[in-house]
């Protein structure tokens, strides 16, 4: 694949040494996968995995108004944040539909971090900056200037505490640790992932993230730790029920129709809120649902979901389950349909094949809380 044009982490150059098969993704030449996904997907349920997240994008917000403008511009409640905490959030246009899905860290009530999805970056912080007018605050995208590696997997502590002197247990799940030494380097960490296991995310400046990649080889090779791809972080966060931009949010999907309602807090004013609020009003005319496949065929992604002969929605993401053995799915399909152990019909190639509807809860996650 010609990858001339495609943007590379500071882990580029060591994606051959560990075998990595590099693609385009979004614009980034990123491995997809080093020894295969099913062996790299049993070790995050089973050991570690190591991925690189580097085309991740991370903006700050500092200033008086910091607060007023992160609470304006997100449906969650900031509010609710102390000091080193975050939580998970949408951002929306007036209509409701999903600019994007991000992870916000207060780091005091006047300084905000900002974790965005890279496919996005551009539009997030153009969108940003747009809302950022009459705010008292200072905005500065970051993306360039950090690199993010996640040690996922029930042994990503045992691994990651070699390197450091912090207690990681004093790192609650959604919590984050500031000027934490890894391996004598500076780093921001977060216990928060996507993979439904416990693990960490380790933000470092560019120019020191081979040497902590290749530092958490020497001290975690034991453990099972392996390098991972964007195959098995899909089917990874997807087993847990984890939404993907693109997949099950969009701009033409509301965070209630993507079952989102939870991270939605309509008690507090933000962009989108009363498009929300009249929607939950009116009652969603969509759903997402999960869905495990009666007959034989794997479910991909824009697949159509078929009731009879009529088309009620689409596969927003669908795999075999590495875990679970079984085909599964999640879809977006007309509330009339949305029966928990109603049965759909997945239109594969020519042919319908019957499924399930089922709860979305397809892996219990196992977060250290």
């Known amino acids: 694949m010609d990858l001339t044009n495609s943007r590379k982490t500071p882990l580029f150059d060591v994606f051959e040494k560990y075998g990595g098969k590099v693609v385009d993704y979004s614009g980034w030449a990123l491995p997809v996968e080093f020894e295969g996904l099913i062996p790299e997907h049993e070790a995050v349920r089973n050991a570690a995995g190591l991925f690189d997240v580097s085309h991740m994008g991370e903006v700050t917000v500092k200033g008086p108004d910091a607060f007023k403008f992160v609470q304006n511009l997100?449906?969650?409640?900031?509010?609710?944040?102390?000091?080193?905490?975050?939580?998970?959030a949408m951002m929306c246009y007036e209509d409701g539909g999903i600019v994007d899905d991000l992870l916000v860290y207060r780091f005091a009530e006047d300084y905000y971090f900002i974790v965005i999805n890279a496919g996005?970056?551009?539009?997030?912080?153009?969108?940003?900056?747009?809302?950022s007018q009459g705010y008292d605050m200072v905005f500065t995208d970051l993306s360039n200037e950090t690199a993010e590696l996640a040690i996922q997997g029930p042994h990503a502590q045992t691994i990651l505490q070699k390197l450091t002197d912090k207690n990681l247990d004093e790192v609650g799940f959604f919590y984050c640790a500031r000027d934490i030494e890894i391996a004598g380097v500076n780093c921001l960490i977060s216990r928060t992932g996507y993979t439904g296991e416990d693990g960490f995310e380790v933000y470092v400046k560019p120019d020191k993230a081979v040497y902590i990649w290749e530092k958490l080889f020497e001290v975690g090779a034991v453990d099972g730790l392996k390098p991972v791809g964007l195959g098995c972080r899909d089917t990874l966060r997807f087993e847990a029920a984890l939404p993907?931009?693109?997949?099950?949010?969009?701009?033409?999907?509301?965070?209630?129709?993507?079952?989102?309602?939870?991270f939605v807090k309509l008690d507090t004013d933000f962009i989108g809120r009363d498009a929300l609020a009249k929607q939950k009003e009116d009652g969603l005319k969509r759903k997402t649902v999960g869905f495990e496949m009666k007959g034989r065929g794997i479910p991909r992604h824009e697949y159509k979901i078929l009731s009879g002969d009529k088309e009620i929605g689409y596969v927003t993401t669908g795999y075999y389950?590495?875990?679970?053995?079984?085909?599964?799915?999640?879809?977006?399909?007309?509330?009339?349909y949305a029966t928990m152990g109603g049965t759909i019909d997945i239109g594969i190639r020519k042919k319908k094949v019957a499924a399930e509807i089922i709860s979305k809860r397809f892996y219990q996650k196992k977060y250290k809380k």
């Not at 997100?74 to 998970?88: A, G, P, Q």
């Not at 996005?120 to 809302?131: L, P, S, T, Y």
């Not at 389950?321 to 009339?336: V, W």
């Open 74 to 88: 997100v449906t969650n409640d900031v509010s609710l944040l102390e000091d080193n905490k975050i939580l998970y």
């Open 120 to 131: 996005n970056v551009e539009k997030d912080i153009a969108w940003m900056i747009k809302q």
């Open 321 to 336: 389950s590495p875990t679970l053995k079984k085909s599964i799915g999640l879809g977006l399909i007309s509330a009339e």
């Open 244 to 262: 993907l931009y693109g997949n099950e949010l969009g701009a033409d999907i509301s965070p209630l129709e993507a079952g989102l309602g939870y």
